[in-house]
């Protein structure tokens, strides 16, 4: 069982770039598919991005491609979101999952069974 820690969140203007962690305990990130999901005030949780663990292969949501990279430190255990030319509309609370099977890309929370508590974004204009 992993266990994981968010933070990086704060507030910052549109355009602007902030970077967040999830720190794992408990097994190495080596052994999870790893992804971002977010999800705002009154909306469902949303995929964001995922790196996958047998190759690193990395895949995003469409509106945040080019602007995030989810990049992962098997030596620290952790896993970044480098977020850049931030908008608005990415304001939110930031969640880092793991799941441990399969071979895909995933994109659905529920197919996800290690959450940490989230960081929240928020994002002026």
């Known amino acids: 069982q992993v266990q994981l820690v968010e933070s990086g969140g704060g507030l910052v203007q549109a355009g602007g770039s902030l970077r967040l962690s999830c720190a794992a305990s408990?097994?190495?990130?080596?052994?999870?598919?790893m992804a971002w999901f977010r999800q705002a005030p009154g909306k469902e949780r949303e995929f964001v991005a995922t790196?996958?663990?047998?190759?690193?292969?990395?895949y995003y949501k469409d509106s945040v491609k080019g602007r995030f990279t989810i990049s992962r430190d098997n030596t620290d255990n952790t896993v970044y979101l480098q977020m850049n030319s931030l908008k608005p509309e990415d304001t939110a609370a930031y969640y880092c999952?793991?799941?441990?099977?399969?071979?895909?890309?995933?994109?659905?929370?529920?197919?996800?069974?290690?959450w940490g508590q989230g960081t929240q974004v928020t994002v002026s204009s």
């Open positions: 790196s996958r663990k047998n190759d690193r292969n990395t």
């Open positions: 408990g097994r190495t990130l080596s052994s999870y598919h």
């Open positions: 999952a793991a799941r441990t099977e399969g071979i895909y890309f995933y994109t659905k929370a529920y197919e996800y069974d290690y």
